[in-house]
């Protein structure tokens, strides 16, 4: 079935794409553009564009924030438009302009994936007569409201009043005049639904009415505020006068110190503070009054007394409670980390629930540099809705950083917690203490002492800056510390913080970082965009493994930063042509590699084992030497603690406890020297987890039996064998994968640990839990099979009657 309009020659199928269009309504003869994103939306316009006539149904939503509407979720009457020009935009979405022609109604869906095609008819308006003197009168009456409209401040199109002169016909007046009025959706489809073009003029002409009246108070508002404007104008400019004429007669200082009083006293009951707090102020008021104006003492209470007015005692930010938009920003600013985003939206959880009256969270992220702590603290304040500040805490020695001054010093000052507060103007905001574990101490005091106070959930809430010398109320404020090394920081402070550990970094979760957030911030900064280079996953591995060696990300951002200005260079010397980034490319923009799998263990050797350690900076792996040579004792060498010093000696003990065990001669300890050592002699090392690394080399050097290449290991050792667990495990592991070792020996106590490393690469890593080093020996020593055979043997021909006591064969 064809339709044809009277009039316009314009004729379409009962068939059509339909778009669903948000918070707005089109009317016939109406032109404007349309932005489509969705999907499903730019196949019904692309449907549309491929048949001749262009034609598509715009319907609106009854529900605007609706991403994928069912079809009653969209009013059944819309207007039949011609798609007049179309444009795609970079992001994805595509511009359309296009013009309403007539009413239509939707009879029923044809589809409704992957777009809407809908089954409708044409809808007419009624027929009215155009001469008569009522229509005409209402009409005018309309075209004089909107202009009324237009001269007390509504913005419209300018060209509006020219064009009504023009339409004589009632319903186009009503269309026109509702299109250009902003209405909501539903009362604009109330004007669209309505037919009888004589009862949309008076819709329209209602709604002008009100408009009027709205306009009309807001006038009469800004009027009320003008006269109180020039009301203060008058009143200052006699104030000038009087304060002239006394100049004149010498006493000009008194009136305006009387003026300031009143001002600070005004200043100090509007801050909301609490009684006591209040009165304490109110008394250093009543002081300065009666001190001479330009004394030193009246300077310092009136700084004071401008501090305390100053500060947010009731003023607090509105936090957002939105679970899932929280959730949103989250993940938008950072990749994974899990554990910590899983505690926020915990807080959020319960905030939601028990309201107000719950206390800030403590928190503490230990781990890494680079890994996204300080950024993290920005982020938490974004999605809880609070303002933030950082306060670095590297190097801080002085008490008085934390409780401020006392005001008989020349210049005190409130100390960093005060200061924050008055700077953000809330008193809940989020509070980062970074490198909390940094914190010094000197005669003029400990700082970490101090905070104990402040970070005390139960004390917190009336902390006494030495300053005010009166009660703060810190509990709402969220405090977050960072610190690399947790054990620096004293006990009762880290008691007080609620820790959350933030591992390094995996290859993988490196690649897909940078693709999301490090090159885009990189191609910004350095003025090129995808266009000039392009990162494959190749070379960013390349980059990772070749010129970064750490668990965070900043060294990595360093070098693709370089590649990007390296790239940049390129196109201002006039080279347009897309770089793409591969392993040969990043090697020669950026040189010779810095780091390489590749190690001097080409082969199984004796004395020689491969341990794991845990750093600042990450894991890392070490390599034990250890050689024996005439003379007595046991020398140790690389900047060994003392820890790692008594684990060596517990080793020693253990073998030489054991030596018939193990089938070592007891005069070997008496007539050789055995020397060990752990290369990067300049970097110190401590700690008790290289104890079983230590016990295998010298079993490996006594005993003859190479050690496996392809091990590495890590645990502490007990004089009677034992493996005790050790720390660190995941960072010891990534960096056991970043040499590309496949077998791990942990502490059997340590499987605990293993959650925290993805699935995937527990699956490339053979990770072998131990009890004792007889099972590290198993493993680690080659041939160590065949030597305890051996020795069974032996001790079966020397000793029938009495029980061996050697270990047993391996079926």
């Known amino acids: 079935m064809v339709t044809n309009y009277e009039g316009d020659n314009i004729e379409f199928k009962d068939n059509l794409p339909l778009l669903p269009i948000r918070d707005i309504v089109v009317y016939p003869f109406m032109i404007l553009p349309l932005f489509v994103g969705r999907e499903s939306s730019i196949q019904a316009v692309e449907h549309a564009l491929n048949k001749s006539d262009r034609l598509i149904l715009l319907a609106s939503?009854?529900?605007?924030?609706?991403?994928?509407?069912?079809?009653?979720?969209?009013?059944?009457?819309?207007?039949?438009?011609?798609?007049?020009?179309?444009?795609?935009?970079?992001?994805?979405?595509?511009?359309?302009?296009?013009?309403?022609?007539?009413k239509a109604r939707i009879i029923d869906f044809d589809q409704t994936q992957p777009y809407f095609t809908t089954k409708l008819e044409k809808v007419e308006d009624a027929e009215t007569d155009g001469d008569n003197v009522a229509i005409n009168a209402l009409m005018r009456n309309i075209r004089e409201q909107l202009e009324r409209v237009i001269t007390l401040g509504k913005v419209l199109s300018p060209d509006i009043l020219t064009v009504l002169e023009d339409i004589q016909e009632p319903g186009r007046l009503a269309d026109l005049v509702a299109s250009n009025l902003n209405l909501h959706v539903a009362e604009a489809q109330m004007i669209l639904e309505t037919f009888d073009p004589i009862e949309r003029l008076h819709k329209i002409n209602d709604i002008l009415s009100r408009e009027l009246e709205i306009l009309a108070m807001q006038a009469k508002i800004k009027n009320n505020a003008k006269d109180e404007i020039n009301k203060n104008q008058k009143e200052y400019f006699l104030r000038e006068q009087i304060k002239a004429i006394k100049s004149e007669l010498g006493d000009e200082g008194e009136q305006p110190v009387e003026d300031e009083f009143e001002e600070i006293?005004?200043?100090?009951?509007?801050?909301?503070?609490?009684?006591?707090?209040?009165?304490?102020?109110?008394?250093?008021?009543?002081?300065l009054e009666k001190m001479h104006p330009d004394s030193s003492e009246a300077s310092i209470v009136r700084n004071y007394l401008e501090w305390m007015g100053?500060?947010?005692?009731?003023?607090?930010?509105?936090?957002?409670?939105?679970?899932?938009?929280?959730?949103?920003?989250?993940?938008?600013?950072?990749?994974?980390?899990?554990?910590?985003?899983?505690?926020?939206?915990?807080?959020?959880?319960?905030?939601?629930?028990?309201?107000?009256?719950?206390?800030?969270?403590?928190?503490?992220?230990?781990?890494?540099?680079?890994?996204?702590?300080?950024?993290?603290?920005?982020?938490?304040?974004?999605?809880?809705g609070r303002e933030f500040v950082r306060i670095s805490l590297g190097g801080v020695k002085d008490e008085a950083e934390i409780r401020g001054h006392r005001r008989t010093y020349v210049g005190a000052m409130p100390g960093r917690f005060i200061q924050a507060l008055k700077q953000v103007k809330t008193n809940n905001p989020v509070i980062l203490l970074d490198e909390v574990d940094k914190l010094g101490g000197d005669y003029k005091g400990d700082p970490s002492s101090a905070l104990l106070e402040v970070l005390d959930p139960e004390q917190n809430k009336e902390f006494r800056?030495?300053?005010?010398?009166?009660?703060?109320?810190?509990?709402?404020?969220?405090?977050?510390?960072?610190?690399?090394?947790?054990?620096?920081?004293?006990?009762?402070?880290?008691?007080?913080?609620?820790?959350?550990?933030?591992?390094?970094?995996?290859?993988?979760?490196?690649?897909?970082?940078?693709?999301?957030?490090?090159?885009?911030?990189?191609l910004e900064e350095n003025g090129i965009t995808d266009e000039h280079v392009e990162f494959t996953d190749e070379g960013l591995q390349s980059v990772i493994?070749?010129?970064?060696?750490?668990?965070?990300?900043?060294?990595?951002?360093?070098?693709?930063?370089?590649?990007?200005?390296?790239?940049?260079?390129?196109?201002?010397?006039?080279?347009?042509?897309?770089?793409?980034?591969?392993?040969?490319?990043?090697?020669?923009?950026?040189?010779?590699?810095?780091?390489?799998?590749?190690?001097?263990?080409?082969?199984?050797e004796v004395g020689v084992a491969t341990g794991l350690a845990w750093t600042a900076h990450g894991g890392q792996v070490l390599y034990i030497e250890s050689t024996k040579m005439?003379?007595?004792?046991?020398?140790?060498?690389?900047?060994?603690?003392?820890?790692?010093?008594?684990?060596?000696?517990?080793?020693?003990?253990?073998?030489?406890?054991?030596a018939e065990y193990l089938g070592i001669s007891e005069d070997i300890f008496d007539e050789n020297e055995i020397h060990i050592h752990l290369p990067a002699g300049a970097?110190?090392?401590?700690?008790?987890?290289?104890?079983?690394?230590?016990?295998?080399?010298?079993?490996?050097?006594?005993?003859?039996?190479?050690?496996?290449?392809?091990?590495?290991?890590?645990?502490?050792?007990?004089?009677?064998?034992?493996?005790?667990?050790?720390?660190?495990?995941?960072?010891?592991?990534?960096?056991?994968?970043?040499?590309?070792?496949?077998?791990?020996?942990?502490?059997?106590?340590?499987?605990?640990?293993?959650?925290?490393?993805?699935?995937?690469?527990?699956?490339?890593?053979?990770?072998?839990p131990v009890k004792t080093i007889d099972d590290v020996l198993d493993i680690a020593l080659i041939g160590w099979d065949e030597r305890k055979k051996e020795l069974r043997k032996k001790s079966k021909k020397t000793t029938k009657s009495k029980p061996s006591n050697l270990p047993p064969v391996a079926a």
């Open 310 to 384: 100053d500060l947010p005692w009731s003023a607090a930010s509105k936090e957002k409670i939105d679970i899932d938009n929280a959730l949103e920003i989250l993940d938008e600013d950072h990749f994974d980390l899990s554990k910590v985003k899983e505690r926020i939206l915990e807080y959020l959880a319960v905030r939601q629930l028990k309201g107000k009256e719950m206390k800030g969270p403590i928190l503490c992220f230990s781990g890494p540099p680079g890994v996204g702590k300080t950024s993290l603290g920005k982020s938490i304040a974004r999605a809880t």
């Open 61 to 102: 939503q009854k529900d605007i924030s609706a991403e994928h509407p069912d079809p009653s979720e969209i009013y059944d009457l819309g207007t039949v438009a011609m798609i007049m020009r179309m444009r795609k935009l970079p992001d994805g979405r595509i511009k359309i302009l296009v013009q309403g022609l007539s």
């Open 683 to 768: 970097i110190p090392k401590d700690g008790p987890s290289a104890g079983i690394t230590l016990a295998t080399t010298i079993i490996s050097l006594l005993t003859d039996c190479p050690i496996d290449k392809s091990v590495a290991m890590t645990g502490e050792i007990t004089l009677t064998g034992k493996v005790l667990p050790v720390g660190g495990v995941k960072e010891k592991c990534l960096a056991a994968m970043r040499m590309d070792i496949k077998t791990v020996i942990i502490p059997w106590k340590c499987q605990k640990d293993l959650v925290d490393i993805p699935e995937e690469y527990r699956e490339r890593l053979e990770l072998i």
């Open 630 to 658: 005439k003379g007595k004792g046991l020398t140790l060498t690389g900047q060994l603690g003392d820890v790692m010093k008594e684990s060596a000696q517990t080793a020693i003990g253990y073998i030489r406890s054991r």
């Open 265 to 287: 006293k005004n200043k100090l009951k509007a801050a909301g503070m609490p009684e006591e707090v209040e009165k304490e102020a109110l008394k250093q008021l009543f002081r």
């Open 545 to 604: 493994e070749h010129f970064t060696a750490e668990a965070g990300l900043r060294n990595l951002e360093r070098r693709i930063g370089a590649l990007c200005r390296k790239v940049a260079m390129k196109i201002a010397k006039g080279d347009q042509n897309t770089t793409h980034i591969i392993p040969d490319t990043v090697l020669d923009l950026l040189g010779p590699a810095q780091y390489t799998k590749e190690d001097y263990r080409d082969e199984d």
């Open 465 to 522: 800056d030495h300053y005010l010398n009166v009660p703060f109320d810190l509990s709402n404020v969220m405090f977050i510390a960072t610190s690399n090394v947790l054990e620096n920081i004293p006990g009762p402070l880290r008691d007080r913080m609620e820790v959350i550990n933030l591992s390094g970094y995996t290859q993988e979760e490196k690649v897909a970082i940078s693709k999301k957030y490090i090159i885009p911030k990189q």
